[in-house]
């Protein structure tokens, strides 16, 4: 497969590239003859092709003379045995080989679908210009608006290269930028708390895409709900409609399903007494692997050495005593690879890890991606007279494929993003399951992970940032208000590698990954600027920008809603969805079918807030969130304010976008009900199909009788129950409950207080296999009849051992005297 073969002088290739365009027939004109004509450019050059480029059914051809040139690859053109011609691009080490008439690309020995099959027309052999282009570390871009195709290598970053670089770049990160993890921190103060109690931080909503579910047509079990269909998301637990997967006390619990009257448990995945202190926070299941993510610690192997000690510089003005270095221990996003067989016991084939806090993580196809943020002291470096090694700041990784060894990264292998320091260290770790032989691939970046979206091709992170205006002296004026930005960092995803295609940003803050999308080519993002109680130019705003292939903004939508700030964002295709809230809430429709133009197409008002919307289909949003109130204060002076109560459904009819409304409307419990839900996509199951929707619920209920206390706050419920709630749902009749389940008994409800009961029985996740819904907590699964609710079998879960004590890294310990 790597051989070399003899080379074809004067070959004139064709390959086609693969775009979001309307079809059109080979032969036929590309465009209607106002469109520009179609061109193929590289580096900003036109390449002269003949016969010149055509679409056909969506796919670009072009002859790719030039293009095999550009690439720097060798082709070999050759009449197999069984008449079939194969093509061949080589590369110095780097091959691929193209079969007329299939499908199948075969990269360094990998095999990889095309999109459409090559073909030999007019004696000239044609094929997916993106895959092959790709294959060797180009990229190709599509610019709708010229008409034109670009070809071209991303430029590479900056490397760190030596400490004194890293010195220089993480004491500015440490001086001139205060970035903030979360929107509340800018978006809101204690007047906000009354609507915003429960949700934890403006981050906490989510939602899923329009072609994303907890189930799907056919399915015989549920999926997780993503947020992209064919990008997996790794969950508490999963079922692959034999034996169901969750986490359970730091242990991994594997229950067979497949006599639900008698459900058992197959397997245990206990981790006590794991060398390397290794702790489950998600898990994968695909094509017959259980991949378990989480965190592990270790002991860093530079500060075992003797000859480095710790060191203590006494400070006498302020009588501190500095701990350097500060971590004594190691801590890595881990990740466990499991084979399954029919009996449901997994054995243990790879172990994964790369250093820093797990943020996120991604499956596509059998390719897994892993996000990390290692964290950098800063302080020391400031201090000229600290002593430092490379090794101190050098990210660790390990694969057992290749060697138990750990690895590290150097320092001229770390690169970092220009005007835009940060004092961590971003690690994306990037693996093809399939290929047992090949390593991970792990890309280290002076950076941080904020939030992370990620479509099939591409994975975006976006990274907030606090930018004040500097005074005369060149430091920060913190006396006004920063500027709110989103820097925009874009990771080509390549099978086993995530490789860099470059950075963009925009005004504001992005709620969550939900605020972000790819469609058509083209990136689109919802922000929130300014701050919600300001005044003037400082006021709150919402906005909706659509960014091209190299995250240049062509289009925006501003001003939405001044004084108020993003709950939740659903983008549907050419449509985007939008709601706000500070009193009410405005439900925004938006027309994006034409990229450079965004527009208000209508807008619904209503009381509460929606934190989460799933599509139903493409004329209905199902809302999630809360009922609120209104009350004006007692003395006449000032602006009424909002108060959350019950949890609210809201079923939303779109079919008029000029005008939303909401048909259908159901509130669960009093103020103080939640679900896990409003904080997580993952924990709802919907199945169209089947008109299902379940979700978690922690039930508050306002005593008959209760008295306010004088205030005209609205009354906060008690805890009365949790567990499932079951719904039947479709546009006619709404919402119809068929039941709830709960794994709580009567005597757990009656030694419950009035804010809390045995959390190990809370319903976290609601599954289905077949005819049967399986509710799932830390301590049991119980199986139901999906038409009753009946009860069919449960499942009680052994006591999980004691962990031991885990010495979890710190930042920099400073001891006062």
Do not use: C
């Not at 497949?258 to 994968?284: C, G, I, M, T």
């Amino acid at each position: 497969m790597n051989r070399r073969r003899n080379v074809l002088p004067a070959i004139v290739a064709a390959l086609a590239l693969t775009l979001t365009a309307v079809p059109h027939a080979i032969g036929q004109p590309a465009d209607p003859p106002d469109r520009p004509a179609l061109r193929v450019m590289a580096g900003g050059v036109p390449l002269k092709l003949d016969p010149a480029p055509v679409f056909s059914d969506g796919i670009l051809l072009a002859p790719v003379g030039p293009v095999a040139e550009l690439l720097g690859a060798d082709v070999d053109v050759r009449m197999e045995l069984n008449g079939k011609r194969s093509i061949m691009l080589v590369k110095g080490d780097r091959t691929a080989e193209l079969t007329i008439g299939s499908k199948i690309m075969i990269v360094n020995g990998v095999e990889t679908e095309l999109p459409a099959a090559p073909a030999w027309r007019s004696g000239t052999a044609m094929a997916p210009l993106r895959a092959v282009a790709e294959a060797f570390g180009e990229s190709v871009v599509w610019e709708a608006g010229s008409n034109t195709a670009h070809i071209g290598r991303t430029p590479e970053l900056p490397v760190v290269g030596s400490l004194e670089k890293l010195r220089e770049l993480l004491a500015e990160a440490g001086t001139s930028i205060i970035r903030f993890p979360t929107a509340m921190a800018v978006l809101g103060d204690a007047r906000i708390a009354a609507v915003v109690d429960q949700k934890g931080s403006a981050d906490a909503s989510s939602g899923a895409s329009p072609s994303a579910g907890a189930g799907y047509a056919g399915a015989d079990y549920s999926k997780t709900n993503v947020q992209v269909e064919g990008v997996d998301e790794a969950d508490w637990a999963k079922t692959d409609g034999r034996f169901i997967y969750q986490l359970s006390g730091g242990r991994v619990l594997i229950a067979d399903i497949r006599n639900p009257e008698s459900p058992r448990l197959a397997a245990v995945l206990d981790y006590a007494d794991d060398k390397h202190r290794f702790r489950p926070q998600e898990l994968y299941v695909s094509g017959g692997r259980l991949v378990v993510i989480g965190t592990a610690y270790r002991q860093n192997e530079a500060q075992s050495d003797p000859a480095y000690e710790t060191q203590r510089d006494l400070d006498a003005k302020s009588k501190e005593i500095m701990i350097w270095p500060p971590i004594q221990d190691l801590s890595f996003t881990a990740a466990r690879v499991y084979e399954l067989d029919g009996s449901g016991a997994p054995v243990l084939v790879r172990e994964l890890e790369i250093e820093g806090r797990y943020v996120t993580s991604r499956m596509v196809g059998s390719a897994l991606y892993l996000v990390a943020n290692k964290y950098n002291p800063v302080y020391p470096l400031l201090d000229p007279e600290t002593e430092l090694r490379p090794q101190d700041f050098e990210p660790v990784w390990r694969d057992t494929a290749g060697s138990d060894e750990p690895k590290s990264i150097p320092l001229n292998r770390i690169h970092y993003f220009p005007d835009s320091p940060e004092s961590g260290t971003l690690l994306i770790g990037a693996v093809d399951l399939d290929v047992s032989g090949a390593p991970m691939q792990v890309s280290a970046y002076l950076g941080s992970a904020g939030t992370v979206y990620a479509s099939a091709e591409n994975l975006y992170i976006a990274v907030a940032k606090h930018d004040w205006p500097t005074d005369s002296s060149g430091a920060p004026n913190r006396s006004v208000q920063p500027k709110l930005q989103t820097d925009l960092y874009k990771f080509r995803l390549d099978g086993g590698s995530a490789i860099y295609a470059g950075q963009g940003s925009v005004p504001g803050h992005v709620l969550n990954q939900f605020s972000m999308d790819e469609y058509g080519g083209h990136f689109r993002i919802a922000t929130t600027s300014g701050h919600m109680w300001a005044e003037g130019d400082n006021i709150s705003k919402n906005n909706l920008y659509v960014l091209d292939e190299w995250l240049r903004t062509v289009g925006r939508l501003e001003d939405l809603a001044p004084g108020e700030r993003i709950y939740s964002v659903r983008f549907m295709g050419s449509r985007a969805y939008m709601v706000t809230f500070r009193n009410v809430d405005p439900l925004f429709a938006i027309d994006l079918s034409d990229p450079k133009q965004p527009a208000v197409l209508g807008q619904l008002k209503i009381p509460g807030y929606s934190d989460y919307l799933h599509p139903y289909d493409e004329n209905h949003l199902i809302g999630f969130g809360k009922e609120t109130i209104e009350i004006a204060p007692r003395d006449g002076r000032g602006e009424p304010i909002a108060y959350y109560l019950g949890m609210k459904l809201s079923l939303f009819d779109v079919t008029d976008v000029s005008k939303p409304i909401e048909k259908f409307k159901e509130v669960i419990g009093d103020r103080g009900t939640h679900s896990e839900l409003l904080q997580d996509h993952k924990a709802l199951l919907f199945d169209r199909e089947r008109g299902l929707m379940a979700f978690p619920v922690d039930l508050a209920e306002v005593k008959e009788g209760a008295q306010r206390d004088g205030y005209d706050i609205p009354l906060h419920g008690e805890f009365t129950w949790q567990g499932a709630y079951v719904y039947q749902i479709d546009p006619e009749n709404g919402f119809r409950l068929k039941g709830r389940i709960t794994h709580l008994s009567e005597q757990d409800l009656l030694k419950s207080g009035q804010y809390g009961y045995d959390y190990t029985k809370a319903v976290r996740r609601i599954l289905y296999a077949g005819d049967t819904l399986y509710t799932l907590s830390d301590a049991m699964l119980k199986a139901s009849a999906t038409d009753t609710l009946a009860e069919r079998g449960t499942l009680r879960y052994p006591e999980p051992k004691p962990p031991e004590a885990i010495a979890y890294p710190a930042d920099p310990i400073r001891i006062m005297r």
